[in-house]
């Protein structure tokens, strides 16, 4: 079992609808994070979280908005995304953000589907 | 520049052999992590095996161990004994702590897919 859960797993939305990608930790730490993974394309960080406030927003469309209220739990918000916006969003928690050594952690994902 | 190469988009590796797959990375800075994940078809990244740059012995984790020579700026992953259930892609990734990618940043290679072939 995984220390970070990812809901919901697959989720097809419209262009117009708005949802949300919930994340949850368990592992005690502090730092959170979002990463998008698009088809033939490396992982690309999309926000970070360090003690609930966000420390990076990696030039992401405003049609994404994060939430964490607290270390442990974190979400994104959708709304008017786009086709190309299709891929798997991966959620990822750290000790915290500092430090090479400091491994990260991601949960299974959640693969998203605009039509 | 590309931050860390995987040179092997795919490969097959027969059941109980090992398999070697290749990771280079570019850095400047003197202190640095290298990170091996696993990402079967579900979509979990698993993590598998940390190298520090720092670090005087090569990593090993059960199965897994990291081949690190570090004047080449290479980690290739050592998988031995070779499972059917070790078919994924594999993602080697660079944490760098005064670079570019420092901190929070970490920066990922384009991965290889491994299939197992019984």
């Known amino acids: 079992e995984t220390g970070v859960t990812q809901t919901p797993r697959h989720l097809v939305m419209g262009m117009t609808n708005k949802k949300s990608l919930k994340c949850e930790q368990h592992?005690?730490?502090?730092?959170m994070y979002w990463y998008k993974q698009s088809a033939k394309k490396p992982l690309e960080l999309m926000f970070v979280?360090?003690?609930?406030?966000?420390?990076e927003n990696n030039s992401v469309p405003s049609r994404f908005s994060p939430e964490c209220p607290n270390s442990s739990h974190l979400f994104l918000h959708l709304h008017t995304l786009q086709p190309e916006d299709s891929a798997l969003y991966l959620c990822?928690?750290?000790?915290?953000?500092?430090?090479?050594?400091?491994?990260?952690?991601f949960g299974e994902g959640s693969w998203l589907t605009v039509v | 520049a590309q931050k860390i190469t995987q040179t092997q988009p795919g490969m097959f590796v027969q059941e109980k052999e090992a398999v070697t797959l290749d990771c280079t990375y570019d850095?400047?800075?003197?202190?640095?992590?290298l990170f091996w994940y696993k990402q079967p078809s579900s979509g979990e990244m698993i993590f598998l095996i940390y190298?520090?740059?720092?670090?005087?012995q090569n990593a090993t984790e059960g199965r897994y161990s990291l081949n690190f020579q570090k004047a080449r700026k290479s980690a290739n992953l050592v998988i031995s004994a070779s499972q059917l259930g070790d078919s994924a892609m594999y993602f080697c990734?660079?944490?760098?702590?005064?670079?570019?990618?420092?901190?929070?940043?970490?920066?990922f290679g384009g991965g290889t897919r491994v299939l197992v072939k019984p």
């Open positions: 990822a928690s750290s000790q915290e953000v500092r430090g090479s050594g400091n491994t990260i952690y």
């Open positions: 592992l005690g730490h502090n730092a």
């Open positions: 979280y360090n003690f609930k406030e966000q420390t």
């Open positions: 850095t400047s800075d003197p202190s640095y992590g």
């Open positions: 190298q520090g740059s720092y670090d005087q």
């Open positions: 990734a660079m944490r760098e702590v005064f670079g570019e990618a420092a901190g929070n940043k970490l920066t």
